[in-house]
């Protein structure tokens, strides 16, 4: 189904040059000459290579129907943190291998078993994983609270169950449990 190059979002997939592109990030351009354009960075699923497309704002595109099903996290196959991680489908109850070019370090670090996710899915292959916008986790390690010490904007060191490491407000301790931000990483308060 074609779209208009306005259209585009961030997230949105769409057949360029043949194959099959994630837009990252979209700019509408109006210059003071020439027509408008939009310049759209896509990221090519088959070579990973990252381009900025100038796209005339009157062109149609070819969608690509992404599947996002909401998926439980069942284990990490290495058993380091490395992938392939596997989940299985709610509904269908099948297995799904995630690759850690898929699912990078820096989001499958925020991961336990049993946690739901959105699971980007193309003919049969996964493009992408979307956490929630929030994990609750326990804290594992932490040094103790120094005496005498106030609520301050002071954070300090600790892990979390997955083995993430995180920073808080200093009157967290160990077992109790956190909400953290997975895209930044972020203390964002108790659970």
Do not use: C, H
């Not at 310049?39 to 969608?63: C, F, H, P, W, Y």
């Not at 925020?110 to 986790?137: D, Y």
């Not at 060191?157 to 920073?167: D, I, K, P």
């Amino acid at each position: 189904m074609p779209i208009k190059a306005t259209d585009l979002k961030r997230g949105q997939a769409l057949i360029w040059d043949g194959q099959l592109n994630l837009v990252i990030d979209t700019e509408f351009v109006k210059p003071g000459k020439g027509p408008a354009y939009v310049q759209a960075k896509m990221k090519n699923v088959e070579t990973g290579t990252i381009k900025i497309n100038r796209v005339n704002s009157s062109d149609k595109l070819e969608d690509a129907t992404i599947d996002r099903k909401t998926m439980q996290y069942l284990y990490d196959s290495s058993g380091q943190g490395v992938g392939p991680f596997v989940f299985m489908d709610n509904e269908t109850f099948d297995q799904l291998e995630v690759d850690s070019d898929v699912l990078p370090k820096d989001q499958s670090q925020w991961l336990k078993e049993t946690e739901e996710v959105l699971v980007m899915v193309f003919e049969g292959k996964p493009l992408g994983v979307e956490l929630p916008a929030s994990v609750e986790l326990a804290i594992t390690e932490t040094t103790p609270q120094a005496k005498g010490t106030t609520a301050t904007n002071q954070l300090k060191e600790a892990t979390v169950e997955t083995g993430a490491r995180v920073r808080v407000p200093p009157f967290i301790e160990v077992g109790q449990v956190v909400k953290i931000n997975p895209s930044t990483g972020e203390y964002m308060g108790k659970a």
